[in-house]
């Protein structure tokens, strides 16, 4: 299928861990890519490739990924980390890029 | 560093046709395993993925909105151009511009403009 599929909430309590995932058959093929977006700003990439953070990006966060499904884990959350969370890789014919539905995150 | 800007109308009308121009400074589009994309997102929605172009001038349109994008690229001002026709109030967002680095197995967003708010109405 040409979609990526993440849950639409998910809360963590602080200082926990989090895993938000994203779903598609595309995601055998090419790696996801993760953002993080708070109310009023622009997306910010916070894993990309196999398990890559830009320069900045906190090593609390992760990526993997297992045949159909990308993963992004937050390890001990903290309450700058509540935000909406996007994963985007491309589809499964590799010619368009797709994002997923996007996972508001709540730290509770 | 790399800094990305979107510019264009705030407001068109339905029908009418949307030019928007992504203006960066950083980077070259020239360079292999560049390119620049465009992204929206309706209010309170998600980021939808639009159109891309890369460094050796082959572009990438989403299969949904295809017949009406057209993107294209001026090396020499640094400038990303997209132009969506027929505009209709479904298509009032924040457009985005960002810059792209693909390789064999991704193809991802690692700069992005601060995105411009665009609203269709009569």
């Known amino acids: 299928s040409s979609e990526l599929t993440q849950d639409p909430a998910v809360s963590v309590a602080l200082g926990q861990t989090v895993r938000i995932t994203c779903q598609g058959d595309s995601l055998r093929s090419y790696y996801a890519s993760w953002y993080q977006q708070k109310p009023g700003q622009a997306p910010v990439l916070v894993i990309y490739g196999k398990n890559n953070r830009p320069s900045g990006i906190p090593d609390r966060f992760s990526g993997s990924s297992s045949g159909n499904t990308a993963s992004l884990t937050i390890t001990g959350a903290q309450a700058e980390d509540e935000a909406d969370y996007y994963c985007?890789?491309?589809?499964?014919?590799?010619?368009?890029?797709?994002f997923g539905g996007g996972t508001k995150l709540t730290v509770l | 560093q790399i800094t990305l800007k979107e510019s264009g109308p705030t407001l068109v009308k339905p029908t009418q046709t949307l030019t928007l121009t992504c203006t960066f400074s950083g980077f070259s589009l020239s360079t292999s395993g560049v390119g620049v994309g465009w992204i929206r997102q309706p209010p309170g929605k998600a980021l939808e993925w639009l159109a891309l172009i890369y460094w050796n001038d082959d572009k990438r349109y989403s299969p949904s909105l295809k017949s009406r994008l057209t993107i294209t690229k001026d090396t020499s001002k640094n400038q990303v151009v997209l132009t969506m026709t027929n505009m209709d109030p479904v298509d009032t967002a924040t457009y985005y511009c960002a810059h792209v680095l693909y390789s064999s197995r991704s193809t991802y967003f690692d700069y992005w403009g601060q995105g411009t708010l665009v609203t269709v109405s009569s």
């Open positions: 985007n890789s491309r589809d499964s014919s590799g010619n368009h890029l797709l």
